[in-house]
T-cell receptor
Framework: DGGITQSPKYLFRKEGQNVTLSCEQN?????MYWYRQDPGQGLRLIYY???????QKGDIAEGYSVSREKKESFPLTVTSAQKNPTAFYLC????????????FGSGTRLTVV | DQQVKQNSPSLSVQEGRISILNCDYT??????FLWYKKYPAEGPTFLIS?????DKNEDGRFTVFLNKSAKHLSLHIVPSQPGDSAVYFC?????????????FGKGTRLSVIA
């Protein structure tokens, strides 16, 4: 079955450390996205990529970095420059059709300790 | 500035009754709208969508209504069931045939009481 996989589900990071969240999809989708969810804030776009080797900043890109070396993979690195990294991170992918929208992964809960 | 607004953070409805979730938008370029449902610690799942050329789309118990002049859409769930208890996100796009990122509202938490 095709899908989108995020790992790990839970991640703990010490202050000052970088950490990378994995996102892999086997849906043959062109576009991939990273969102962050905080209580009362909805889903806010961090980065997105429409094709391999290309990506754009979203609304809250500061303190994050991404790469898109393969169509299937879109890892997100949370750097030490991100002031409030504790959040629920969601990866999504898409191929645009009227009745389709995005497929989301199950998310990674990052906690800074 | 929020382009997609869900002004009710929460809603409680009795089982069997109608649930109405509302969403307003400010960007007149939006031409495609979606609703997603999300359970805790899971990713959102697609529920129903509507393009700007329509004013209603129905799928089983779920109906979405679009009022373009008021820049308003609503999701109706009839009858509501306890399993519908979740956070519902409204999303909008101005790129029907492209890969334009969706803009999400802050969500409305629906509680269906048995």
């Amino acid at each position: 079955d095709g899908g989108i996989t995020q790992s790990p589900k839970y991640l703990f990071r010490k202050e000052g450390q970088n950490v990378t969240l994995s996102c892999e999809q086997n849906l043959n989708h062109d576009a991939m996205y990273w969102y962050r969810q905080d209580p009362g804030q909805g889903l806010r776009l961090i980065y997105y990529s429409q094709i391999v080797n290309d990506f754009q900043k979203g609304d809250i890109a500061e303190g994050y970095s991404v790469s898109r070396e393969k169509k299937e993979s879109f890892p997100l690195t949370v750097t030490s420059a991100q002031k409030n990294p504790t959040a629920f991170y969601l990866c999504a992918s898409s191929i645009w059709r009227e009745d389709y929208g995005y497929t989301f992964g199950s998310g990674t809960r990052l906690t800074v300790v | 500035d929020q382009q997609v607004k869900q002004n009710s953070p929460s809603l409680s409805v009795q089982e069997g009754r109608i649930s109405i979730l509302n969403c307003d938008y400010t960007n007149s370029m939006f031409d495609y709208f979606l609703w997603y449902k999300k359970y805790p610690a899971e990713g959102p799942t697609f529920l129903i969508s509507i393009s700007s050329i329509k004013d209603k789309n129905e799928d089983g118990r779920f109906t979405v209504f679009l009022n373009k002049s008021a820049k308003h859409l609503s999701l109706h769930i009839v009858p509501s069931q306890p399993g519908d208890s979740a956070v519902y996100f409204c999303a909008a796009s101005d790129g029907l045939r492209g890969n334009t990122p969706l803009v999400f509202g802050k969500g409305t938490r629906l509680s269906v009481i048995a």
